[in-house]
């Protein structure tokens, strides 16, 4: 028995002392004493043994602040069992364990006190398993497990753990497969083993305490009664690592005992040639352990500890290949029929082929037998010692795997050495049904002959070859040719021969199985075609080519030629086509117009102006001379009620290909800018009540204003109504409510989220639907019996790259797809804005429309009649404005060279029309008059107001200026004095218009014209 210790101090240094009421004198470590007088002498204990003593002293003992001096002995080891009192503590990162000689306490660690807001008490249970539940709970409340909470003593509860129920269904079944992983190294040991038995502790985990500072972290309510744990219950994750560490660390306590035994949690394998199992069990029971009767490994317990092994092993390969099958396939999706099929056949194969015994002694002389095979879909191994199948292993190839069979057959072999090597065999017979894998290994392991080999795969064999000829030096190998009927590892390798004529079957209408083999690299058609062939023998190079030919990322980089798949505008008949159009002529304005037929008959008339009724009075004068034609091919600059009146009276079809160009109002809503370009047949995208009254106010065509903003107040809602503004956006569930509710005869356009990445101001952030939810929104709109009539999608402001326009118009046309499916009928495209304002930005107007009109040929082809809304915003208005600022003041700065620097400070700022300094854009100024001088100084321009950031250019290069000199900034007509404040008191810039006569001209007309 172990001798109970206290903390004691020694001359005002901490140690450990024990204490034993039969005991005369004091004893002392010789680490602890200081001056003693030497003395021979040798104390004998209560086990028999002797203790040398060094000498005696006098000593200060301190026991709770009681101060004795007591004569005592020095000893050189640490006296009666005290070495044993320190093996017994276990010190762990995460937990403390101490044994006192009857029981071991653990204690864990933490860094920080965990907050469980737990205030359920117990979870429901089946009533077949409650009366079981309700007598084991009694048990351990009669046991002492648990106790009474006792909140005077302990504290408060700090934590509430709620009961559950859970029965183990496969506790005491033969078969515990959950014992293959971790014991598969183990078993190879054991099954060397002659004479070996298993311990098993008993209600493990309840035999270790828990230290009392823990028991607030351990409550439970039972019947409205609360309770604590005092031992370690099931729940705690670290509960197995104190079971497994105080186990192992009693185990190793005896020297023989630790060479007997290995463990895992609290079973206990023990060889008996080494120690018997009674022992073993004694030597825990001497440590607070007890265990259960030891089981010999023919009465029952072998199931358990070979439950793994080899439960249909040539089934292996089939399970791995369906869960290849599966993992193509999303999670949202369900499993297809045909990997249902496969589970069904394979779980019948299991039940019938499960050949869970055999013999488990395994006669280890350091000879075997191995079977090595592989095949286009794995490889298999299988090892015999003594006729006995020991070890069978099985792998699936990788899907991009392209090696040679041979080399396949080679990497059998080497993994089945490695199997070889764990048994420890020292002599051992490989047998494959490959002549060309036999011949070489002859030729190496024998060295009769160098092994010739050619092509791409030459250092491939010979780096193989090379690793069997090492291992040769420590294992005796001889390999021996065999048939494939009588290859043991041959079943391993396959896959029953009807599953690959069915995925192929399968895949011949799966294009996503080819876009996911092209997009790991975005590879060529050859390339890819030539990796799906390995998945699919029927796989064509055409499927291969249309899958390639809309991969966004190829075509951004390298368009794939796409042909015009609507025909041509030509016609077959004269005057049945005519296509018309306005021409500059200098400074004169001709109607011109072109038959679409063999003719290409063209006439010219002269005009006065653009205006609708100018147009229709010469076509009037034509069609008298001529004839009307079938219809009229044009593009939107001709739209108006007086065209379309005149049409309907010589009955010609109107037919539009061109964007309407809707300008974006926010981005200059000046009034005269905005009656201009409704003058100009221009219509309007409006965002708010506020823009839409300024458009109507002008005498604007509602049907010419598209409500473009995806997040409406519900009472802009209803203007629109009242103004039968019937066009607007939405990319929400939310919107599609609240138009249901206050205008359901609206048509609605749905806003696409897409890539603008490549723009200065990324609205996707705010705005737009993923494509993974489009689907969704449009099945919502016909549920509400709503009307959606298009699609629309922003690149962003500021757009830098024309393949975004690209991309943007391959999305809609895919929600396009979705729409006919539901059953929608779309008519528009709203393309957005992100066009530049003048022609020295990074991109231009023809670039994108070069973009923009392949895009439409390949996703459009056949929706003649789709009318398309552009947003050109800063296209019209940035160019048309010019700033003039004025120097109010100017300061020379000092420096250390001496060169001149000056601030000049302007009438106009940031908070005013450089509003767009804030996000990087530089503005470059322009002198209105020329200065006298070339001279050049460091300057920089600030704003009026006195805020330190309103700053326009912080480093420019300027001729020197002096207050009341003018500067002038071009481009300033988008998104600047929209933007102006009248902070500190500054008032926006004063606008003055300069126009042609052309300008008065369209002021003269009315809109309906």
């Not at 500059?584 to 002269?606: F, N, Q």
């Not at 609240?738 to 897409?754: D, M, S, T, Y």
Request: charged share 25%; with cysteine; proline share 4%.
């Amino acid at each position: 028995m172990t001798l109970p210790s206290l903390k004691v101090k020694i001359n005002g240094r901490l140690r450990t002392a024990l204490i034993d009421s039969g005991c005369s004198i004091t004893v002392v470590h010789a680490g602890s004493a200081h001056g003693l007088v030497l003395k021979s002498q040798k104390l004998i204990t209560t086990l028999g043994g002797t203790v040398q003593v060094l000498g005696e002293m006098v000593i200060n003992l301190e026991i709770d602040g009681i101060h004795r001096m007591v004569n005592s002995l020095v000893v050189k080891e640490k006296p009666f069992g005290n070495e044993e009192n320190e093996r017994n503590e276990i010190k762990h990162q995460d937990f403390t364990a101490k044994f006192d000689g009857k029981k071991w306490t653990a204690s864990w660690n933490w860094n920080k006190e965990p907050v469980i807001d737990n205030t359920i008490c117990e979870y429901k249970m089946n009533q077949v398993h409650e009366r079981s539940y309700r007598k084991e709970i009694r048990e351990w409340i009669d046991s002492g497990i648990l106790v009474p909470y006792n909140e005077l003593i302990l504290g408060p509860p700090k934590v509430l753990i709620p009961l559950m129920c859970v029965v183990q269904e496969n506790k005491d079944k033969k078969v515990r497969p959950a014992n293959a992983d971790v014991c598969q190294e183990k078993l190879r040991c054991w099954r060397k083993i002659k004479n070996a038995k298993v311990l098993d502790l008993k209600k493990a985990y309840l035999q270790i305490h828990i230290d009392k500072k823990l028991w607030p972290y351990q409550t439970v309510i039972i019947n409205g009664q609360r309770y604590c744990f005092t031992r370690m219950y099931f729940g705690i994750n670290v509960a197995p690592t104190i079971m497994t560490t105080i186990l192992r660390h009693v185990l190793n306590l005896n020297p023989t005992v630790k060479k007997a035994c290995d463990n895992y949690i609290d079973d206990i394998f023990v060889d008996e040639s080494v120690e018997t199992a009674k022992n073993v069990a004694k030597h825990l029971l001497k440590f607070g352990l007890q265990c259960k009767p030891p089981q010999d490994l023919e009465q029952g317990r072998l199931g358990k500890l070979i439950g793994h092994y080899p439960v249909a092993g040539s089934l292996r390969l089939q399970a791995s290949y369906i869960k290849r099958l599966a993992g193509n396939i999303p999670w949202c999706d369900f499993i297809s029929e045909d990997c249902k099929e496969k589970l069904k056949e394979l779980l019948y194969r299991v039940e019938k082929e499960d050949p869970v015994g055999g013999k488990w002694l395994v006669p280890v002389n350091g000879k075997a037998e191995l079977y090595c095979d592989a095949s286009s879909i794995g490889l298999g191994v299988v090892l015999l010692i003594g006729e006995v199948v020991v070890e069978d292993a099985a792998w699936l190839r990788p899907a991009s795997d392209t090696h040679h069979i041979n080399i396949s057959e080679l990497d059998s072999i080497l993994r089945g050495l490695n199997l070889a090597s764990k048994w420890g065999i020292k002599e051992l017979t490989v047998y494959s049904d490959s002549k060309s894998t036999i011949g070489w290994l002859n030729a190496v392991l024998k060295q009769e002959y160098r092994v010739k080999n050619r092509g791409i795969s030459q250092l491939l064999v010979q780096r193989r070859l090379n690793t069997i000829k090492e291992v040769a030096k420590d294992i005796q190998i001889a390999v021996q040719w065999i048939p494939s009927e009588i290859n043991l590892a041959d079943r391993l390798s396959q896959i029953p021969q009807k599953w690959c004529r069915t995925v192929c079957a399968a895949g011949l209408l799966e294009q996503k199985d080819i876009w996911k083999i092209h997009s790991i690299g975005h590879f060529g058609v050859a390339r890819t075609l030539q990796l799906c062939l390995r998945n699919n023998q029927n796989v064509s190079r055409k499927e291969v080519s249309t899958v390639i030919a809309n991969c966004n990322q190829c075509n951004s980089i390298d368009p794939y030629s796409v042909k015009w798949k609507n025909g041509q505008l030509s016609v077959e008949k004269n005057w049945n086509r005519v296509a018309i159009d306005v021409t500059h002529v200098g400074a004169e304005l001709y109607l011109s117009m072109i038959d679409c037929g063999p003719s290409r008959y063209t006439i010219w008339r002269k005009l006065a102006t653009k205006a609708a009724a100018e147009v229709v009075g010469r076509l009037e004068e034509i069609f008298s001379l001529f004839g009307p034609p079938v219809c009229l091919l044009m593009d939107n600059e001709f739209r108006s009620n007086t065209l379309t009146s005149f049409a309907e009276e010589w009955h010609v079809n109107l037919e539009y290909r061109a964007a309407h160009r809707a300008q974006a109002v926010k981005s200059n809503p000046n009034p005269v800018v905005i009656a201009l370009l409704a003058r100009l047949g221009v219509n309007f995208d409006c965002a708010s009540k506020c823009e839409i009254e300024t458009v109507l106010d002008l005498g604007v065509n509602p049907d010419r204003i598209i409500f473009a903003n995806p997040c409406k107040q519900e009472s802009h809602v209803k203007y629109a109504n009242t103004k039968n503004v019937r066009k607007m956006t939405f990319d929400s569930e939310g919107e599609l409510y609240k138009v249901k509710e206050n205008f359901p005869g609206a048509e609605l356009v749905l806003r696409i989220k897409v890539d603008d990445s490549k723009s200065t101001f990324k609205l996707g952030r705010k705005f737009g639907a993923s494509l993974e939810t489009t689907q969704k929104l449009l099945q919502l709109a016909k549920d509400l019996d709503l009307n959606v009539i298009g699609v629309s999608f922003h690149v962003g402001t500021g757009c830098y790259d024309a393949a975004l326009f690209y991309n943007a118009v391959k999305s809609a046309a895919d929600v396009f797809q979705q729409g006919d499916i539901i059953g929608f009928t779309f008519t528009l495209l709203d393309i957005g804005g992100g066009f530049p304002g003048f022609k020295d930005e990074t991109i231009s107007m023809e670039n994108i429309a070069d973009k923009l009109n392949l895009s439409l040929a390949e996703f459009f082809p056949s929706k003649r009649n789709l009318s398309i809304i552009a947003e050109p915003g800063k296209y019209f208005v940035e160019s048309a404005f010019t700033l003039c600022c004025n120097v109010i003041s100017v300061k020379e700065v000092s420096n250390n060279n001496k060169n001149e620097q000056f601030m000049y400070y302007l009438n106009d700022g940031v908070y005013t029309s450089f509003k767009d300094v804030l996000f990087g854009k530089k503005f470059i100024p322009f002198l209105l008059q020329e200065s006298s001088t070339s001279l050049l100084f460091k300057s920089s321009l600030w704003g009026p107001t006195c805020d330190s950031t309103d700053c326009i250019s912080e480093e420019i290069y300027l001729p020197k200026l002096s207050v009341q000199d003018w500067l002038y900034f071009k481009n300033m007509g988008a998104y600047s004095t929209c933007f102006a404040s009248k902070f500190n008191g500054f008032n926006p810039p004063v606008i003055y218009y300069v126009s042609s006569n052309k300008i008065d001209n369209l002021f003269s007309i009315t809109l309906d014209d």
